[in-house]
Structures are given as C-alpha cells and as structure tokens.
C-alpha cells in the first residue's frame, strides 16, 4: 500500500493503556496519520515494543525500534552489538534506540556509560542497517563527536536526531554525516523560534516529523498528553513555515521516513 498520510516517526505506544488504545488509534485514523513507530527505551522491554507492532493495520501501520534509552543506561545491562542485532531480527523492528546523550537528567557520573552505550548502538545500526533513533540533550558537542569519530573510524551509518531542539551546529554537522533531522511539538512552543530556524534550513529531502507522545504535545494541545494524531498540528506548523501545502508536506515527510526506514514497508 503506498502511504498518502502523515507518519508519526517516534512515539511511545507503551505509555497508553490497553483499554484506551482503540480510541487513540482512531482518532490517529482521523488526523490523516496513516504510520507510527513506537520507540524502545529498555532493551529489556524489546517483546513490549514488538507486541504493540502487532496494532499494525492496512490502513495505520505501526512498527517498533528497540534499545535503551539514555536515561535508563545504569538501570539496564549493556548490551553487546550481535546480541542487540540479533534482537532486531524481526520485520517489525524498524530501528536501534533510542540512544544517545542526555546530559540534562544524567548526572555527570553516568555520562561514561551513556557514550559506551551510544556507541554499542551505533555498532548495532551498521551492523543491521537500520537507522539509530537519537535522543541528545544538552549533549550537542559531545553527540556530535562521537558521530563523527564512529563515522571516521568505521564508516557510515544510517540514523535519526530525534525531537531537535539543538543549536544549528548540531544539525549541520548531522545533515553533513548523512543524517536525517526530526521535529516534534516543541516546533509550535512560543518561545521555540530556534527549532524553527533550523527546521525551515533542513534539505526537504532529510526532515521528519513526530510526536515523542505522550510528552511534548503541540500547539494547540500544550499542557495536554500528547497522542500520535497530534503529528497533524506540528507538520501543519512546519508546512506552513516552509511555505508547502499541507499534503505535499505529509507526503515528503512520509517519502523521508520510508527511505530512512526501508524496513517498514
């Protein structure tokens, strides 16, 4: 089938109830959103985020990624990368991750262990090919270099920055290393006019668009809990920013996500 909608490229399925999924999958439906991928943040939960892949249908796709969140790395066991790939062997697993920095929560103690985990992750995506899911957080100088030493020493690999909200610096080195960039509701945020910047900079050909739901939901829903449908809200900000129509801004968006993550098919 191919894809007219939007795709909610990162949300967290994990966090709604059995009980009320029917009804946010439906109001999904009826936002134009007609794809989503449910992010993995314990590798430990990675059948979790399997299961809720089996919410797929022909006419709202739904796939997973797995690993560990930067946050949860003291919390986890540190994978190696052939076990981590072996774990992704599956047509559901669309992605590794998400990992990467985040030194805003994590005390400076654990940044070790967060790096060494990025690091496994990366070595995960080359060796499977699918792209890594990247969270970065007051972590810009760091995340970048260590992209570009991975890349350097090993070579290239395919991956995502997730929910930007980074300095232009962070996006241009990642544009440069063949990376794709994607914005979540903090696009739409009053005070968010550098996201925008950025996002109205990105090649049409490397930007996605997301949710990171239930967390960060867009103008007009801020202070709500956010829910994959809402990806209407800010690819309508962003349509707008970069002067697309609606439709043509879903269906670039869309082409973007199916090209980076060709497993999800």
């Known amino acids: 089938m191919t894809r007219t909608g939007l795709t909610d490229s990162h949300c967290h399925l994990d966090h709604f109830s059995d009980e009320e999924m029917p009804e946010i999958l439906a109001r999904t439906r009826q936002a134009g959103v007609d794809g989503m991928v449910t992010i993995g943040t314990r590798l430990s939960r990675a059948d979790q985020q399997k299961k809720l892949a089996t919410l797929d249908t022909p006419d709202l796709r739904v796939w997973c990624t797995i690993g560990t969140h930067p946050d949860h790395v003291d919390e986890e066991v540190l994978p190696d990368a052939a076990a981590l790939a072996a774990l992704a062997d599956d047509p559901r697993v669309v992605g590794i991750g998400e990992s990467g920095l985040d030194y805003f929560h994590g005390q400076p103690d654990i940044r070790p262990k967060q790096q060494e985990s990025f690091r496994v992750h990366i070595d995960a995506a080359r060796r499977t090919g699918l792209p890594l899911v990247i969270h970065t957080r007051q972590a810009d100088d760091d995340t970048l270099g260590i992209l570009r030493d991975e890349t350097a020493r090993n070579g290239a690999f395919p991956f995502l920055i997730h929910c930007f909200s980074s300095g232009p610096e962070l996006a241009r080195g990642a544009l440069e290393l063949g990376g794709y960039i994607s914005f979540s509701g903090i696009a739409t945020f009053n005070r968010a006019q ?19 739901s239930p967390y960060l939901a867009p103008v007009p829903r801020r202070g709500k809990r956010n829910e994959p449908g809402y990806v209407a809200y800010t690819a309508r900000i962003l349509a707008e920013l970069r002067g697309m129509e609606d439709a043509a801004f879903a269906e670039m968006t869309t082409r973007n996500f199916s090209r980076l993550f060709s497993r999800a098919v």
Do not use: Q
């Not at 550098?194 to 990171?212: Q, Y």
């Open 194 to 212: 550098s996201v925008r910047d950025v996002a109205k900079d990105v090649p049409d050909d490397r930007l996605l668009v997301e949710t990171d």
